[in-house]
């Protein structure tokens, strides 16, 4: 289809590319998924937990888990897992809070999570906390706020939140908010969708909303949207599909999703696709990725796409998943 290829402006009428197509996103999934030798796999391997996370969420959202193989995909993620508890991002890879929080979100996708020691996950995890409340990536020291998220999320998800300092990593976070209601990786950092992202979640696990200015922040967030309809990290940026999810899952825990224009987003969305192969790029006409073919369906998901299985703006988990591990939660309470 012709048009715009840096998403400047979107067609109204979209062709081929006006709907979801769930058939070719699954078959282009699936393929990646069977793709082991390939050259990008091969130079992907380091992460290759978070692309399984986001190939199955998407699956499962557009209904279509079942056309992988369950039982080999949990072999595999728990062949990933150290002595230490964490994961890494492949079998030979060091572990990481990310790809820890990676694997229990697969686990999670197939109510598996009784395969994990949440013990020994939870130990882990404490031991990347800093003094200061935030939480460290790996053992190399790295410091960012999607880590306390990811050390947030796994403990929410074992049930196991009493096993870190929650009070202090609220104030990490809280350490971290700007002028203009936003978020950065670290104190005095620029506010950026995907750090506003893991800090307005993961202060809501924590139950810290109320440090949050939830008008001044929801404004800043709706000011990311181009006249693309697309929506942007940071001021001045060009617009990307993934930051429809880090800008819309914020806008929903703050209840203020209907503060964007969401026909235009998904007219968007939908104009990166790509109506041969399937997936879905970061703007139009480029190349399509697992990782922008989860964060797009995602959000079509939190706009209410038909279709689509509900999302959780929080944990990144389809709704019914969530459900059932809150049921698990309250029978072991």
Avoid at 293 to 318: K, N, W
Wanted: charged share 20%.
């Amino acid at each position: 289809m012709e048009g715009n290829p840096r998403g400047q402006t979107t067609p109204t009428e979209l062709g081929a590319r006006a709907t979801l197509l769930v058939e070719k996103h699954a078959a282009y999934i699936k393929k990646v998924a069977e793709s082991k030798d390939s050259l990008e796999a091969h130079l992907t391997e380091h992460f290759r937990l978070s692309g399984v996370y986001w190939g199955l969420t998407a699956l499962y959202l557009m209904g279509q888990l079942h056309i992988v193989d369950g039982a080999a995909i949990l072999d595999w993620v728990m062949k990933c897992q150290h002595a230490s508890g964490g994961f890494g991002g492949s079998e030979r890879n060091d572990p990481h809070v990310l790809y820890t929080l990676s694997a229990l979100q697969v686990l999670a996708l197939y109510d598996k999570l009784d395969l994990v020691n949440a013990d020994q996950v939870v130990l882990y995890i404490k031991g990347l906390q800093q003094p200061d409340g935030s939480f460290a990536g790996d053992a190399w020291g790295e410091i960012d706020t999607r880590f306390s998220y990811c050390a947030l999320s796994c403990c929410s998800l074992l049930n196991r939140l009493d096993a870190i300092d929650v009070p202090r990593a609220v104030d990490f976070l809280v350490a971290c908010r700007n002028f203009d209601g936003g978020f950065g990786c670290t104190p005095g950092n620029e506010s950026h969708a995907g750090q506003v992202f893991t800090c307005v979640a993961a202060l809501s696990i924590a139950d810290g909303l109320h440090h949050v200015d939830q008008d001044l922040l929801s404004w800043w967030l709706s000011e990311r949207q181009t006249p693309s309809g697309g929506l942007c990290g940071r001021p001045e940026k060009l617009q990307d599909v993934c930051y429809s999810w880090w800008c819309l899952s914020a806008l929903s825990i703050l209840e203020r999703l209907h503060w964007i224009d969401q026909a235009a987003l998904t007219r968007f969305i939908l104009f990166c696709q790509d109506e041969h192969d399937g997936g879905i790029s970061d703007r139009p006409e480029d190349m399509v990725d697992a990782f922008h073919t989860f964060f797009g369906v995602a959000a079509l998901s939190l706009m209410g796409c038909a279709g689509l299985e509900p999302i959780d703006p929080v944990y990144a988990l389809p709704v019914k998943v969530m459900q059932q591990i809150r049921q698990a939660k309250r029978q072991h309470s």
